[in-house]
């Protein structure tokens, strides 16, 4: 069973502690992503004058954002690696195939060689009896 960690962040200006099962180092990730976002709002003319409940939704509406465009990204990224998954299935079937028309070429090749052979002799044998 994992262990549930405790940290104290600052977030805003204010101490909280956090808890889950991540580690410490994550729970000061996700503050620091929090300041981030807060640092970047605050740079915004007329934030600064907006209620504290604004203030909350647009934060909470530019994680929101940021969340939807990094699952658009990873549903992105999926597909890709599906496509190429699929095209080395392709290329892994298709190097199969032509390995296995290697292999009968080679076939045909030493049974032609061989055939050369067996009417070879018998061309020799033609022009003795011929001679004689």
């Given amino acids: 069973m994992a262990v549930k ?12 502690t956090l808890g889950g099962y991540e580690s410490e180092e994550y729970l000061q990730k996700v ?3 929090m300041n981030g976002k807060i640092s970047e709002l605050s ?3 007329g934030y600064s004058r907006q209620p504290m409940e604004t203030k909350h939704t647009l934060l909470s509406l530019n994680i929101a954002d940021d969340y939807f465009k990094a699952k658009k ?3 992105m990224f999926e597909q890709d690696i ?4 699929q095209e080395m299935y392709n290329l892994k079937h298709e190097l ?11 076939k045909s090749e030493q049974q032609a060689f061989e ?4 009417l070879e ?4 044998q033609l022009e003795k009896k011929q001679k004689n």
């Fill in 5 to 16: 960690n405790t940290a104290q962040v600052v977030i805003g200006g204010k101490i909280i």
């Fill in 31 to 33: 503050a620091a992503y």
């Fill in 43 to 45: 740079r915004l003319q």
């Fill in 73 to 75: 990204q990873v549903e």
């Fill in 82 to 85: 599906q496509l190429k998954d």
């Fill in 96 to 106: 199969i195939t032509l390995r296995m028309q290697i292999e009968d070429a080679k």
């Fill in 115 to 118: 055939q050369k052979k067996m």
């Fill in 121 to 124: 002799g018998e061309l020799a």
